[in-house]
């Protein structure tokens, strides 16, 4: 097995050096493409440029084609650092345009140094190597290494270790990109056989003979029930995977949130009032403007005030709240209702999952969640939940808002 903790010893002459290294990094890209994980792919994508450069950090960006952003994705030695935006106007915006490496030895001297990353991880960032990573001709991010450890300048060495790797690293990124698109496949069908199951089922005994006229109609109404599920089914997922590809467009605009949450209680309310269930609006006169899709950021409200409500029962309340603070909106969904299980807590946003017991109390994919997730990312905004069983569930999400 090919290990990727023990490093190399630091060679002795310039020949040793690069012939020695050259070999690392062959072992070193055999050992990428064994996986198809991307979060523990991309860590070893970050260690692997940190032993090649001797450097003090390294860091993974990828763009988000939703979104267009660069995100840090993984880093060595930088906690926290995980799912800053990075601007293109930044260092490695700038190789994503031009898709060629770049030095930048004294990055104080330099205007496109981004330093929000050395104000949330406390570190300070010298200089920097950053080289494109591409895949099929097309950038799909840089990686970057950060102050030599001797306190050196990058050397033309570095520059082709790290470039070297780089190739290696875009092409395996990307197969785990795609693959866990294969996998997204593999789960539709499967979810997609359970009702298929049943309408096969209730058309074979629709054909019996001696079904009353009461049982067909039974019959039918179970195959419609069991069909719309899948033609929801297979909408949610084509959104998904859209959404997961970046092939979902976003009309962005200036969007008033407070219009977005008044239009979702607007849709709601007949359902609420159906279930007897209050829906209580706490939103402040003036609210900052947010640059969003408006359609998709109502798509976030109705998901989320909708689960409450199908979730909840006669007598409950939810409650919609938004508040701004300083570059951040935060609007919170919460409800009365039964709550969600701890156990169930981390899996909440995972794709089809259910909490246990939930298909017979309400139909649903099990997509919801992480599809209003997705759309909330692309914001570049961020969405959790809180929950205590039996005493009602939370949903917070936060946008950026417009800088006046
Ligand atoms: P769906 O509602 O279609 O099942 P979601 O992805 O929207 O899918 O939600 C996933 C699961 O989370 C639901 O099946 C349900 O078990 C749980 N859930 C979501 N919202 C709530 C809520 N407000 N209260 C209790 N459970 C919830």
């Known amino acids: 097995m090919v290990r990727l903790d023990q490093p190399l010893s630091r060679p002795q002459t310039q020949k040793e050096n690069r012939a020695d290294w050259l070999e690392r990094l062959i072992t070193i890209s055999r050992s990428l493409s064994s996986t198809l994980n991307l979060p523990p792919l991309l860590d070893r994508i970050v260690t692997a440029a940190q032993e090649l450069t001797q450097t003090e950090f390294c860091s993974i960006l990828l763009i988000d084609h939703r979104s267009g952003q660069l995100y840090f994705k993984a880093a060595t030695n930088l906690p926290g650092v995980h799912s800053i ?14 898709g060629k490496p770049l030095i930048v030895p004294d990055t104080s001297k330099d205007a496109r140094f981004y330093n929000k990353v050395d104000e949330q991880t406390h570190i300070t960032t010298r ?8 895949a099929r001709d097309e950038v799909i991010g840089v990686l970057e290494a950060i102050n030599k450890d001797d306190g050196g300048d990058f050397t033309a060495e570095d520059i082709e270790l790290l470039t070297l790797l ?14 866990q698109q294969s996998d997204l496949i593999a789960e539709i069908v499967h979810e997609m056989r359970t009702p298929l199951t049943a309408i096969i089922s209730y058309a074979d005994l629709l054909q019996r003979p001696g079904v009353t006229s009461a049982q067909c109609c039974q019959f039918a109404g179970i195959i419609q029930h069991e069909a719309d599920r899948i033609s929801g089914i297979a909408s949610s997922f084509l959104d998904l995977a859209r959404l997961e590809s970046g092939r979902a467009h976003l009309t962005k605009g200036r969007v008033d949130p407070s219009t977005v949450i008044y239009m979702a209680v607007n849709v709601l309310t007949p359902q609420a009032d159906d279930k007897q269930i209050s829906l209580l609006v706490d939103v402040p006169d003036a609210l900052p403007l947010v640059t969003g899709d408006a359609q998709r ?3 976030v409200m109705l998901n989320l005030v909708g689960n409450a409500i199908k979730y909840c029962q006669a007598g409950d309340s939810v409650t919609i709240k938004a508040e701004s603070e300083q570059d951040r909106l935060t609007i919170s969904v919460a409800d009365t209702g039964p709550g969600i299980p701890a156990d169930a807590l981390p899996h909440i946003f995972e794709r089809f999952y259910r909490v246990p017991g939930t298909e017979s109390k309400a139909s649903g994919a099990g997509l919801g969640l992480i599809i209003t997730q997705k759309i909330i990312e692309a914001h570049g905004g961020e969405i959790a939940v809180s929950s205590e069983e039996g005493h009602g569930a939370t949903f917070t999400f936060t946008l950026p808002v417009e800088s006046q």
Do not use: C, K
């Open 85 to 98: 935006v990075v601007p293109m106007e930044s260092i490695a915006g700038s190789v994503v345009q031009t």
């Open 127 to 134: 200089s920097i190597l950053a080289v494109p990573l591409i």
């Open 166 to 179: 780089g190739d290696q690293a875009a092409v395996a990124v990307q197969n785990a990109i795609l693959f």
């Open 297 to 299: 950021l109502h798509q």
